[in-house]
């Protein structure tokens, strides 16, 4: 690691096996927890790379615990978290709306680090139980057409650096890693990230994995469809660009996609939206978010996939996929 560390302050970037070689002995828990940590700050300094982030990645899938999702087909929506804002879940949301709409889900998740709530915090809330066992999850996605892959369970190996991620409590390439490292390697995925940067950088990794894809970012610096700006969409067809005027609507401001200051609060917008109780911004928000995820799966238009969303909702099939999980983890 000292050698590693040497290289990285020189502003010397990792080879992809460098870095696997890297990640896999910190996995291991081969390097203490301040040469971790200096590892990690040495990537807020000077940007990953390709290669970097596609040897971190193979160095997570090989140390997971596999599950194996296929007879499926399912796509994971995921951000990489890290931009700051403090929406409510929406793409946890859009997850079960796209459930909703016939399209089969794997959520890869984890507790909130940079954020004040994750994806697993209002699971959890909301009563879903995380399991890594193979059967339980090909049951969820058979009764409710999604299952949720609970990160910590599947990356053992990350006890290792957790604590000290949660000590700096600030993005590090992890935030980057989340969505690309799902145990079961769904073959389609809907990706925010934080920076245009990095989603450059996706598109390459992704490439290489033969996955249909959509990476999202915010021009306004949101890790999603925001609806208060323009989005930049990169997929397999190429890249477009995307506003609230694209669905048929109105841009948003910023506060109207809040997500509260605890988990209490950003389960009740949770439970707003499937429910048909929320405001029309936050329905608008998940919907172009889930529709994209759909239109993905599906290889139809944006606008087709934003009607399939909004008819989850309004038909009850996003909420029932959301109560039927709730009844599988009460068993």
Same mark, same amino acid.
């Given at each position: 690691?000292?050698?590693?560390? $040497?290289?990285?302050?020189?502003? &010397? ?11 896999? $002995? ?16 040495? =990537? ?17 899938l090989d140390l997971c615990i596999a599950i194996d999702l296929s007879d499926y087909d399912p796509i ?60 339980? +999850? ?41 969505? +690309? ?7 389609? #995925? ?5 920076? +245009?940067?990095? &989603?450059?950088?996706?598109? =390459?990794?992704?490439? $290489?994995?033969?996955?249909? =894809? ?27 660009? *995307? ?31 499937? $429910? ?15 529709? *994209? ?9 944006s606008q087709e996939g934003y009607a399939h969303a909004v008819?989850? *909702? ?8 959301? #109560?039927?999980?709730? #009844? +599988?983890?009460?068993?």
């Amino acid at each position: 690691m000292k050698a590693i560390l $040497e290289k990285r302050i020189q502003n &010397q970037s990792l080879t992809k096996d460098e870095a696997k070689t890297t990640l896999l $002995e910190i996995g291991q828990g081969k390097c203490n927890s301040h040469q971790v940590a200096a590892f990690l700050t040495t =990537y807020m300094m000077l940007p990953i790379t390709v290669d970097e982030l596609s040897g971190f990645r193979a160095a997570l899938l090989d140390l997971c615990i596999a599950i194996d999702l296929s007879d499926y087909d399912p796509i994971d929506l995921c951000g990489t978290g890290g931009d700051g804002k403090d929406t409510f879940n929406i793409s946890t949301l859009a997850s079960f709306v796209t459930a909703g709409a016939g399209v089969a889900v794997a959520k890869h998740g984890n507790y909130g680090v940079s954020s004040s709530c994750g994806s697993s915090n209002v699971m959890e809330h909301l009563g879903i139980r995380f399991s890594n066992e193979q059967d339980f +999850l090909q049951h969820c996605i058979e009764k409710a057409g999604i299952c949720v892959l609970h990160a910590p369970l599947f990356h053992p190996a990350m006890k290792h650096v957790a604590p000290i991620r949660r000590d700096l409590g600030l993005k590090t390439f992890f935030n980057m890693l989340g969505p +690309l490292v799902n145990p079961s390697k769904p073959n389609k #995925q809907m990706v925010g990230v934080f920076n +245009l940067e990095l &989603q450059r950088i996706y598109r =390459y990794v992704l490439e $290489e994995t033969n996955q249909q =894809y959509s990476v999202l970012h915010a021009l306004d610096g949101y890790d999603e469809i925001s609806l208060t700006g323009d989005t930049k969409v990169v997929s397999n067809s190429g890249t477009a660009t *995307i506003n609230a005027a694209s669905f048929g609507l109105e841009k948003l401001e910023p506060l109207q996609i809040g997500g509260g200051d605890s988990i209490d609060a950003a389960a009740a917008i949770f439970m707003g939206v499937l $429910e048909g109780k929320s405001t029309e911004a936050q329905k608008q928000v998940v919907c172009a978010n889930a529709g *994209i995820a759909i239109a993905t799966a599906k290889a139809c238009s944006s606008q087709e996939g934003y009607a399939h969303a909004v008819e989850s *909702i309004e038909s009850g099939k996003a909420l029932q996929a959301l #109560q039927t999980l709730q #009844q +599988l983890s009460a068993k």
